[in-house]
Structure formats: structure tokens, C-alpha cells
């Protein structure tokens, strides 16, 4: 069990560029969650895969936002056209169904958008 | 709607001094409660959680919390800190609407220890 990893660490960004961020879950984990936290903030739920089905997904996910989970493994997510309002650290936890709200978070990727 | 209040946003005590950090939760039903620790630029450590049973959990890291439903309450607790307890934790109550069950979190309560 290496626990759940994300790359990049650290993503620094122009204003109006596209980024794709990756999180590689669990192996035995067939749920998914993406969250963000700003500075002084706790995390915010983003979005949610039951294996690579997207169940639900927050209002703080605008239309610039998209994320997959292709074969229910890993999942990416891409902000399009990133303003500086984005930058934050986006963070991936895993979970197993029958322990669903036990979830075990990944380092994060701290984005910067100048 | 369910939310987390964490009054403190800063807490200093001393090494080997005992801690109390506060949690205060919203739900309707009986909830899910968690205890998470993030060190600088981490992402999250799970330290405990209660889902029903004995209202005194324990965790890792020599941790404890005590679920007080007539108080709302599920305040973690520490008998003596160590230099390394330095962190940013977080209290999080689970919400199954919309059936994502997902984390609602508090703002957190940074601790810093006085050598």
C-alpha cells in the first residue's frame, strides 16, 4: 500500500493557461474524491467517482472544471483558462465502499496562477 | 445544511502540557465525525473517527476525542504534546446527501508548541 499520490506537487501557472493535475488512488479504493483548500481554509468537496462513474459534483466546480477517472483507476483534473482565483491546494482522497467516509487524502498540488 | 465550527484558530501550549482543541458540528442524524492533522504543505492524516458506539474514541499518535451529542460537540484531547504535534487540524463531520458521502470540514485550529 504506497497510499495515495498526486502529481505535480506544485503547478506555477499564467492567468488564461490550461492545467492538468493527476492522482493516482489507493489500488483497492473504488471511490475518488477531489477536494480544494485555500489559505486559512479547510478542504471543500469538489467532486466524487464511484469507480470511473462521476456522481456528483459541488456549484464550486464552474464550467472551466473537468474531471475523469477513465477505467475507475486514476483521475485527473484540468482547469481551463485558470484564473487567479484557482490558485489553491487541490487535494485527492480515496476510499473503499463499505468505508466510505474514511477517507485517505494524497499530498496535494498547490497551484499558483500569476 | 451540515457544518463544522472550530472556535480557535490558533492555539500555543507548551511541550508536555496537556490540549483541548474544539469542535463543534451541525447535522440532523447522528454523524460521522473525524479528526484529521495536516503538517505544512501535507496533505491530510486520518487521527480518529467515531461512527457510533463508545463516545470516547481513541486515535494514533496518542489521541483521543469524545463524541458529547447534548453539546454538539467532538473536541480532540491530548495528555501531554510533543514539539512534533505542530500542525494544522481539522474536525469533519461526513454528509451522505446526493449520496457522495463526503467530508464537511472546519476551518481548522493551528497548534504551535512552546519549547
Known amino acids: 500500500d504506497t497510499g495515495v499520490s498526486q502529481n505535480p506537487r506544485h503547478k506555477i501557472t499564467k492567468r488564461g493557461q490550461n492545467v492538468t493535475f493527476r492522482c493516482d488512488p489507493i489500488?483497492?479504493?473504488?471511490?475518488l474524491y477531489w477536494y480544494r483548500q485555500t489559505l486559512g481554509q479547510g478542504p471543500e468537496f469538489l467532486t466524487y467517482?464511484?469507480?470511473?462513474?462521476?456522481?456528483?459534483k459541488s456549484r464550486l466546480l464552474s464550467d472551466r472544471f473537468s474531471a475523469e477517472r477513465p477505467k475507475g483507476s486514476f483521475s485527473t483534473l484540468e482547469i481551463q483558462r485558470t484564473e487567479q482565483g484557482d490558485s489553491a491546494m487541490y487535494l485527492c482522497?480515496?476510499?473503499?465502499?463499505?468505508?466510505?467516509?474514511?477517507?485517505?487524502f494524497g499530498p496535494g498540488t498547490r497551484l499558483t496562477v500569476t | 445544511a451540515q457544518s463544522v465550527t472550530q472556535p480557535d484558530i490558533h492555539i500555543t501550549v507548551s511541550e508536555g502540557a496537556s490540549l483541548e482543541l474544539r469542535c463543534n458540528y451541525s447535522y440532523g442524524a447522528t454523524p460521522y465525525l473525524f479528526w484529521y492533522v495536516q503538517s505544512p504543505g501535507q496533505g491530510l492524516q486520518l487521527l480518529l473517527k467515531?461512527?457510533?458506539?463508545?463516545?470516547l474514541v481513541q486515535g494514533i499518535k496518542g489521541f483521543e476525542a469524545e463524541f458529547k451529542r447534548s453539546q454538539s460537540s467532538f473536541n480532540l484531547r491530548k495528555p501531554s504534546v510533543h514539539w512534533s504535534d505542530a500542525a494544522e487540524y481539522f474536525c469533519?463531520?461526513?454528509?451522505?446527501?446526493?449520496?457522495?458521502?463526503?467530508?464537511?470540514f472546519g476551518q481548522g485550529t493551528r497548534l504551535t508548541i512552546n519549547p
Open positions: 489500488s483497492e479504493h473504488n471511490r
Open positions: 467515531y461512527f457510533s458506539g463508545d463516545t
Open positions: 467517482f464511484q469507480n470511473e462513474a462521476q456522481l456528483e
Open positions: 482522497a480515496s476510499s473503499w465502499r463499505g468505508t466510505a467516509y474514511e477517507q485517505y
Open positions: 469533519a463531520v461526513g454528509n451522505a446527501l446526493g449520496g457522495a458521502q463526503k467530508l464537511v
